[in-house]
Structures are given as structure tokens and as C-alpha cells.
């Protein structure tokens, strides 16, 4: 990831002949945040301009600058992408790169900490380092509850146990 950037989202299949691509963002703050950027970095072209961007109900439709076509587009699926940290807009507590580095909780205790974010078949996963072993847990959980620190209260049997 380039310094002073955050991953918010990644590109999906093309849209149309003119090089449009759907953008699936990390979460609702960093979809939303889309449409305030000028630019974004997309890893085989570096900084690019967004020319255009289109909400609509079901997706949201990226142009790029300098791609032009459907062939150019297809080149650019599945891949990430990131925005500088000053662009975002609001605060960054709403996205989910933020996650990362929180301290987790167990039932109100100190537990772990965050270090990464995985997508594992639709759903996002915690990465939680704790008492020297790693743990995955469902961020979308009912038992998970996101602030300043992320507190897992009443986690079903077995979640925290060695595999």
C-alpha cells in the first residue's frame, strides 16, 4: 500500500463499452466516500484521476482517466483501491481500515489486538493476535461490537480455542 493512503474498496467487473468499472468499497463509509475523491491509486497505474463516478441503487460505476476501453477495464478487475488519508472524507473512525491496531476486548476485558482485515466469502474477518495465537473473527457477528476498541461479548464456544 503506498504511504499516506488507506484502502477503501476494490474495482469489480467493467460496466459498458467506455471503460467503466464497479467499485465495491470496504464498508458504508468508504462507498460513500468515493464520490468526494479526485483521485485514487489503483496499483498498475499508480495515482489516477477519477473522470466520473455514478451512484447507482444497486452499484456504483468508476472512470477512470486514461482508460478508455473495455479491454483496458478488464485489465483493472479485482483490483484495489486506495485513497490518501487527507482526501477522506469525515472521520475516519467509520472506516475499516481503521479497524486495525484497535485493542479487542473479550466480555469488557483486555484481550488482543487487530492486525489485519481478511474477505473471506462475502464477509469481512478479524484478524486478532491474543496470548500468542491468532483468531479469526466475523466482523458482522452480532456478538462483536465496534468503538474505540472492539469488544466480543458472550463469542460462541470454541471461536478463541487453538484449531
Same mark, same amino acid.
Given at each position: 500500500m503506498?504511504?499516506?493512503?488507506?484502502k477503501?474498496?476494490?474495482?469489480g467487473?467493467?460496466?459498458?463499452?467506455?471503460?467503466?468499472?464497479?467499485f465495491?468499497?470496504?464498508?458504508?463509509?468508504?462507498?460513500a466516500?468515493?464520490?468526494?475523491?479526485?483521485q485514487v491509486f489503483?496499483?498498475?497505474?499508480?495515482?489516477?484521476? @477519477?473522470k466520473?463516478?455514478? !451512484?447507482?441503487?444497486q452499484? +456504483?460505476v %468508476?472512470?477512470?482517466?486514461?482508460v478508455?476501453? =473495455? #479491454? *483496458?477495464?478488464k485489465? @483493472?478487475v479485482?483490483?484495489? !483501491?486506495?485513497?490518501?488519508? +487527507?482526501? %477522506?472524507?469525515?472521520?475516519?473512525?467509520?472506516? =475499516? #481500515? *481503521?479497524?486495525?491496531?484497535?485493542?479487542?476486548?473479550r466480555?469488557?476485558?483486555?484481550?488482543?489486538?487487530v492486525?489485519?482485515?481478511?474477505?473471506?466469502?462475502?464477509?469481512?474477518l478479524?484478524v486478532?493476535s491474543?496470548?500468542g495465537?491468532?483468531?479469526?473473527?466475523p466482523?458482522?457477528?452480532?456478538?462483536?461490537?465496534?468503538?474505540?476498541a472492539?469488544?466480543?461479548?458472550?463469542?460462541?464456544e470454541?471461536l478463541?480455542?487453538?484449531?
Open positions: 503506498p504511504e499516506g493512503y488507506s477503501i474498496g476494490t474495482l467487473k467493467t460496466f459498458k463499452l467506455e471503460g467503466g468499472l464497479r465495491y468499497g470496504l464498508g458504508q463509509a468508504e462507498q466516500a468515493i464520490v468526494e475523491l479526485k489503483v496499483p498498475p497505474l499508480g495515482v489516477v484521476t @477519477l466520473r463516478v455514478e !451512484v447507482m441503487p452499484q +456504483t %468508476l472512470y477512470l482517466a486514461g478508455l476501453s =473495455i #479491454e *483496458a477495464a485489465r @483493472l479485482n483490483e484495489p !483501491v486506495y485513497a490518501p488519508r +487527507t482526501a %477522506l472524507p469525515g472521520e475516519a473512525y467509520g472506516y =475499516i #481500515e *481503521a479497524l486495525i491496531g484497535r485493542p479487542v476486548l466480555d469488557g476485558q483486555p484481550f488482543g489486538i492486525r489485519d482485515l481478511l474477505e473471506a466469502g462475502g464477509q469481512r478479524l486478532v491474543a496470548q495465537a491468532k483468531h479469526l473473527v466482523l458482522a457477528a452480532p456478538y462483536v461490537i465496534v468503538g474505540d472492539i469488544d466480543i461479548r458472550n463469542p460462541p470454541g478463541f480455542e487453538p484449531a
